[in-house]
């Protein structure tokens, strides 16, 4: 069974600072989303990474794959109060059918 | 591109009786679906994958006779809860498998579903 660990679950910070999630794996990811869902409404992807050693930034956020394909950062820098919100990692498996395991979530709240 | 869509939004209905949520891919084609249940302050949680033309894969401990889904065409899976009961009441959330170079789940935005 696979699984993915996330951390932290919760976030409380002033506008201005910076942020990391972290979602890990015991496996190896053939690729991994991070998704963005505020209340009451469906996860929005942010991106997706396929490549061990990947970066891709999206304005002020940094996704970073790691080497081996278990691990996962999403880096915010400067949070502003727009960034509130619930950030899911997720990951799919070679031989997984496409189906996508979920991180437990960091809840992210930024104060002005 | 890429939008998935839901109906209805949210729906009350009394115990006993059934609900059918719907979930469209608006612009794209796509033979796999995935349906997720999501309770308060908790991650999404797998119910089963639709695939168009077939019988649909439940996960375990999701009974398949109480949440009927059926794939009918390339553009729209649906969900029937049935004989409905307050632990039921969640918010359900589907999905849509977009193939290329990559696969990517593109989310509905979801059902409220209370049961009274």
């Known amino acids: 069974t696979q699984l993915l660990e996330q951390s932290p679950q919760f976030l409380s910070i002033q506008e201005g600072e910076n942020l990391t999630v972290y979602c890990n794996s015991s496996?190896?990811?053939?690729?991994l989303q991070w998704y963005r869902q505020e209340p009451g409404e469906g996860p929005v992807l942010l991106v997706t990474?396929?490549?061990?050693?990947e970066v891709k930034k999206l304005k002020r956020l940094t996704f970073q794959f790691g080497d081996a394909r278990k691990d996962s950062s999403l880096h915010i820098t400067a949070a502003q109060p727009g960034d509130t919100g619930l950030y899911l990692c997720?990951?799919?498996?070679?031989?997984?059918?496409?189906?996508?395991?979920f991180g437990a979530g960091t809840r992210l709240a930024v104060h002005p | 591109g890429a939008v998935v869509s839901q109906h209805p939004s949210w729906v009350i209905c009394k115990s006993g009786t059934s609900v059918k949520i719907e979930c469209r891919s608006l612009?794209?084609?796509?033979?796999?679906m995935f349906w997720y249940r999501q309770f308060p302050k908790q991650s999404l949680m797998l119910m089963a994958t639709?695939?168009?033309?077939?019988?649909?894969?439940?996960e375990q401990g999701v009974e398949k006779d109480k949440f009927l889904i059926n794939h009918a065409s390339l553009t729209l899976s649906t969900l029937t809860v049935t004989s409905a009961h307050p632990e039921d009441s969640s918010f359900y959330i589907c999905?849509?498998?977009?193939?290329?170079?990559?696969?990517?789940?593109?989310f509905g935005p979801g059902t409220r579903l209370t049961v009274l």
């Open positions: 990474v396929v490549t061990g050693g």
């Open positions: 997720a990951g799919m498996f070679s031989g997984g059918y496409n189906k996508l395991i």
């Open positions: 999905s849509a498998l977009l193939g290329g170079l990559w696969d990517t789940q593109y």
């Open positions: 496996s190896v990811f053939s690729s």
């Open positions: 612009d794209f084609q796509a033979t796999t």
């Open positions: 639709s695939n168009e033309g077939s019988k649909a894969t439940y």
